[in-house]
């Protein structure tokens, strides 16, 4: 019988696990390789979340419908804030869908890594899933949610385009803004238990510097056309532009702007699994 290894060394058969050495690209690999576990988890925290609810994805319908409600007598009939020729319930919920989807999202993506503790110090699978899949679990609210999107375009007798069917690509782009966020949060909030409070009041600012409730030119237009990058710095900008440029029909979706929120947000993912990358090997010990 051989002796067991001196502390902080390893047996002789012993086997080591850490991250891939290939960086984003074997993250990424490692992620598709498991991506049966990738959708267990995803379907666990939507069964959770409704298993025992009473009105169960009804909440889903009816958080974008309340606050859709009240941004219209808020904003609209007390602020007087003017959609154009377009009905302000119509518009501002087609900026409170992308933003609920993004707000839910990185929310339970911060969280992520903090809940699954105890999975997490017990067995070795790919970190990265963690938060990937509490980013997929949000998409289940979002599709429930499109039944009243397309309840209002029919109400208000829209006639979709052929810009309606690059409204997936804008789907897509605000479920990777979230991730592209969350992956920072859910690394730092598992060093720093701040975090989590920090995150819901990020939230509400982030929300009222997003064209959620007013249009984008009610914005910029308070500050010289030079600044106007400064704001599309914010990637929901151009995920609610989008969706309103795709479903409403609008044209204040200027590319080069678009191009500059896209461009961050890639910066910030890249970031964000750099740094995942770096402190995961310490989750179990910080957990």
């Known amino acids: 019988m051989s002796e067991p290894p001196l502390p902080g060394e390893l047996g002789k ?27 267990f988890l995803a379907w666990r925290d939507i069964h959770v979340r409704y298993k025992q609810a009473i009105m169960g994805f009804a909440w889903a319908l009816l958080q974008p419908l309340l606050t859709m409600v009240v941004f219209t007598l808020v904003f609209n009939r007390i602020a007087g804030i003017d959609s154009g020729n377009i009905a302000y319930p119509v518009f501002s919920f087609t900026g409170v869908l992308p933003w609920q989807l993004f707000q839910n999202s990185m929310q339970r993506c911060s969280e992520s890594v903090v809940n699954e503790a105890r999975v997490l110090t017990k067995v070795y699978f790919p970190r990265f899933i963690i938060p990937f899949a ?13 039944v009243i999107l397309f309840g209002l375009i029919i109400y208000y007798d829209i006639t979709p385009t052929w810009r309606f069917a690059v409204l997936p690509l804008f789907i897509a782009y605000a479920v990777f803004a979230a991730l592209a966020v969350g992956l920072w949060l859910s690394a730092l909030n598992a060093r720093f238990r701040d975090v989590r409070h920090i995150v819901p009041f990020m939230l509400r600012l982030w929300m009222f510097l997003s064209p ?36 409403l029909g609008t044209d204040s979706l200027e590319p080069a702007l678009f191009v500059n929120s896209v461009i961050i947000t890639v910066l910030l993912f890249i970031g964000g699994v750099v740094y995942f990358r770096r402190v995961e090997r310490t989750f179990a010990d910080v957990l």
């Open 212 to 247: 959620v409730a007013y249009p984008l030119s009610t914005f910029i237009k308070k500050f010289p056309p030079a600044f106007h990058w400064v704001y599309t710095i914010n990637p929901m900008v151009g995920v609610i532009e989008g969706f309103r440029w795709a479903l």
């Open 13 to 39: 058969h012993s086997i080591l696990i850490r991250p891939g050495m290939f960086g984003m690209l074997r993250t990424l690999h490692e992620t598709w390789a498991c991506r049966e576990l990738l959708y």
């Open 134 to 146: 509490s980013v997929i679990s949000a998409l289940a609210d979002f599709c429930v949610a499109l």
